[in-house]
């Protein structure tokens, strides 16, 4: 299973970005599927979280801020990150569960303020 994180990049405070990351290989039952993302000198944290029933997590820091979508048959997951803030700089990582742990490569966000 390989998963490839796309639309990260450099904007300003306040802005938006969207980003995806669709998996491929032989996937069983998606649990669920997730975004984290990990700051320079900081530890991997949980942004948001979405299950196959449609549940949603978010961690507080993101909350009315950032959406996490899913479309479990094309295993792919979005997360749309609105009103950004510098703190949000971070490499952002996709996750998957299906009988195991799947992590893709990091995708850069930077905000500037």
């Known amino acids: 299973v390989q998963l490839q994180a796309s639309g990260g990049g450099l904007v300003q405070a306040g802005g938006s970005l969207r980003l995806s990351c669709a998996a491929s290989?032989?996937?069983?039952?998606?649990?669920?599927m997730a975004w984290y993302r990990q700051a320079p000198g900081k530890q991997r944290e949980l942004v948001a979280s979405?299950?196959?029933?449609?549940?949603?997590r978010y961690t507080d820091s993101v909350k009315g801020r950032f959406t996490i979508s899913g479309d479990f048959a094309k295993s792919t997951v979005y997360l749309q990150m609105n009103s950004l803030k510098p703190e949000d700089t971070a490499a952002y990582f996709c996750y998957l569960f299906s009988q195991g742990h799947y992590w893709g490569k990091g995708t850069l966000v930077t905000v500037s303020s």
């Open positions: 290989g032989i996937i069983n039952s998606i649990s669920s």
């Open positions: 979405i299950s196959t029933y449609g549940s949603t």
